[in-house]
């Protein structure tokens, strides 16, 4: 137990000592001061201690946040059983022990039991505090991580997007000045044009490379410039067909994706004036394919599969579409998925999760009313009591609200951790943990 738990209990136990010494003791003596003192002691440490000790215990072994449901139960069982054997044994050293008032036959016959139910109330009145102050503390440390963690995954998102990003512009320049080199000394004045060329393509790579998407159509127009630096290196050895539905150009696809593969039909295949290399780029469904007939070349080293990858990995940042693959004997097809808006990277990703904090976020401010009651009841029932008490001892009729309002309380309690709840939110939380299961 916490050192500072251990000075608020010596606290506790000088006010207590304080208010029943002068408030109900008629004998005010030494001896009885310091037996008033040792028994406020006594109840504080043995019933204030021992139900820290057991939730502290219960916070490791079942974390409010892992564990509701399960933990709730477990607390009210523990509770009940351990409060009832620390206040018999209480009451047991305070009246047969301390004041000598009974012998242990009279205790244990029920003469006492109006006493150790009384007692037995107001303990459970003082760990449901406890338990309720512990659920709220461990509620701020996992909304704390929550927030934490849900800042981790968009950074992360938006880094990792902006890393696959960055490959384009070394990829891209690497792959045209080998165009570039092999037009040289193929036909320098083709060189110089595409130099020219290059430029306004590598402008375009410039300004779309901080954007998550593009239209299809400002795509196409720049794949077809870049068709035309391929033509004038190739000349008739490639073809290119587009055939793009109209309505297609005001939708998204991922910035110089069909450049990238533009470049791996070149790459992986080779193309000759006899058998020249067919690219075809067009719509299907609600997909922009790249297709092209399948003459595969010999690869002198193995391809680093910068292009595919990178389109794969970009795509998965952005959305749950995924872009397939398709290879036969004669051809080989990509197929990119086509958006109708723009996501945002760390929001798409963060999408299902933000979901599930909602959900989680309704079912903590259910958990919290609920801890709300039980720490109103704890206050105000203990003080009905005191004011019962005191002012008409003959007419007990703290009995009422406490009884009222506690079966109220216990059937917060039952619908809160599920028993009773509708069966459609636990199903919905089943399957969940299934999708989100490895």
Request: hydrophobic share 45%; glycine share 4%; proline share 3%.
């Amino acid at each position: 137990m916490k050192r500072k738990n251990l000075i608020t209990l010596c606290w506790i136990s000088v006010a207590t000592s304080m208010i029943f010494f002068f408030g109900f003791t008629n004998d005010k003596t030494v001896e009885n001061f310091i037996l008033t003192v040792a028994v406020c002691f006594m109840y504080s440490f043995i019933l204030g201690a021992g139900n820290g000790l057991i939730n502290d215990y219960l916070n490791k072994k079942f974390p409010w946040s892992e564990a509701t449901t399960k933990r709730a139960i477990i607390s009210i069982i523990s509770i009940l059983v351990a409060n009832t054997i620390m206040v018999y044994f209480c009451n047991y050293i305070n009246f047969v022990i301390f004041q000598k008032a009974a012998t242990p036959e009279e205790y244990f016959s029920g003469k006492y039991g109006f006493v150790n139910w009384f007692t037995i109330n107001i303990a459970l009145l003082i760990s449901a505090f406890l338990h309720a102050k512990g659920f709220m503390e461990e509620l701020k440390k996992t909304s704390k991580k929550e927030v934490v963690e849900q800042k981790l995954i968009a950074k992360s998102a938006n880094a990792q997007f902006e890393s696959l990003k960055n490959q384009l512009d070394p990829h891209f320049l690497f792959n045209s000045l080998n165009v570039l080199s092999s037009l040289i000394d193929e036909n320098p004045k083709q060189a110089q044009k595409f130099t020219a060329s290059m430029s306004k393509i590598y402008r375009y790579v410039l300004e779309q490379k901080d954007k998550e998407l593009v239209t299809v159509e400002d795509e196409l127009e720049f794949a077809k410039t870049y068709c035309d630096l391929l033509k004038t290196r190739f000349e008739d050895s490639v073809d290119f067909v587009f055939n793009v539905r109209k309505e297609d150009y005001r939708r998204f696809v991922v910035p110089l994706s069909l450049q990238l593969l533009l470049e791996n039909c070149i790459k992986h295949n080779f193309a000759t004036s006899s058998r020249p290399l067919v690219i075809k780029i067009f719509s299907e469904n609600d997909t922009l394919c790249i297709e092209n007939n399948l003459q595969v070349r010999e690869q002198i080293k193995e391809s680093s599969g910068i292009g595919l990858s990178n389109i794969v990995q970009r795509y998965a940042l952005l959305t749950e579409r995924n872009v397939f693959v398709e290879k036969s004997d004669d051809y080989f097809k990509v197929k990119l998925p086509v958006l109708s808006a723009k996501p945002n990277v760390a929001n798409e990703i963060t999408g299902d999760k933000d979901k599930a904090y909602e959900r989680a976020e309704k079912r903590v401010k259910e958990i919290k009313g609920f801890y709300g009651n039980l720490i109103s009841y704890c206050i105000v029932i203990p003080f009905l009591i005191i004011i019962n008490l005191i002012t008409t001892p003959d007419n007990i009729w703290f009995f009422f609200p406490m009884l009222g309002w506690g079966i109220g309380v216990t059937a917060h309690g039952m619908s809160v951790f599920a028993i009773g709840k509708n069966w459609e939110e636990r199903k919905i939380r089943e399957i969940l943990e299934k999708r989100n299961r490895p």
